[in-house]
């Protein structure tokens, strides 16, 4: 059974930073292309950061120069450094994992997603 378990949401305030894992099994970790999105309430499912398995990156506008997506495979965990939140970004951060095509990745397996809350 493949299982994507997120961790690391919080309520911060802003100008704060945090560090999102999720936590991949049953699934070889290094073949996947992995994906952080979010939801904010009342709002439609947002594409954050891809991370390829070569641990090439892209990043959403709202995230570039505050987001960090990085990847241990050697832990199966994906991570998403975010520094310089704003109440903007408060949502529901959720990863997926899935192959890589010339679309970007595929998203075949959900997280539940930890939430993010960030107070002005």
């Known amino acids: 059974e493949v299982q994507l378990v997120e961790s690391g949401g919080d309520s911060v305030q802003a100008g704060g930073s945090l560090r999102l894992s999720c936590v991949a099994s049953g699934l070889p970790y290094t073949l996947y292309c992995m994906s952080w999105y979010r939801q904010a309430a009342g709002k439609q499912r947002e594409w954050v950061s891809p991370i390829r398995t070569v641990g090439k990156t892209g990043y959403a506008d709202s995230g570039k120069g505050r987001f960090t997506n990085s990847r241990d495979n050697a832990k199966n965990t994906l991570y998403l450094q975010m520094d310089s939140l704003k109440p903007e970004d408060n949502a529901m951060y959720s990863c997926?994992?899935?192959?890589?095509?010339?679309?970007?990745?595929?998203?075949?397996?959900w997280g539940q997603g930890t939430q993010v809350t960030v107070s002005s």
């Open positions: 997926a994992a899935g192959t890589w095509s010339f679309r970007g990745c595929t998203t075949d397996y």
